[in-house]
């Protein structure tokens, strides 16, 4: 039953993102070719709102699902990592014109032919697995 619910939430999610078309590749084109403010809106609202609801876990002592109180880690080791691995996703979100989340969404609208990013995006997810350890975080 309580699988139910998140099925029913993210499909729910699902139907937002693509009537607000969020997992329109035309909107992420627009974006990457700064011709609309359509994409950097909804991101910029989602900041701000994730930035007050923070603020107000603390505030009200709000807990996870799980019952534990919600936590912010910090991981304070430079801005470089930042830049490389935001280059690599943004140039991965340009490449296949959709952010990782909304793959799912757009499999759902039926455009199967994103089953091959999600692949790829799982083979990458291993691969780092593999190779993680060995890298300088």
């Not at 969020?22 to 991101?43: A, L, N």
């Not at 490449?95 to 499999?107: D, E, N, Q, R």
Request: with cysteine; glycine share 16%; hydrophobic share 50%.
């Amino acid at each position: 039953m309580k699988l139910l619910r998140y099925l029913l939430l993210g499909i729910f999610f699902g139907i937002i993102l693509t009537k607000g078309q969020i997992v329109s590749w035309y909107r992420i084109y627009e974006m990457f070719r700064f011709d609309s403010f359509h994409m950097y809106g909804v991101i910029g609202s989602a900041v701000v709102l994730g930035m007050i609801f923070i603020q107000l876990s603390k505030m009200k002592g709000w807990k996870a699902l799980n019952g534990q109180p919600f936590q912010l880690i910090s991981y304070p080791k430079g801005w470089k990592r930042y830049l490389i691995g935001g280059t690599i996703f943004g140039l991965g979100w340009a490449m296949t014109g959709a952010c990782p989340g909304p793959l799912f969404i757009l499999v759902g609208n039926g455009y199967g032919m994103v089953l091959i990013a999600i692949g790829a995006a799982l083979i990458g997810t291993f691969v780092y697995g593999l190779v993680g350890r060995k890298l300088p975080h």
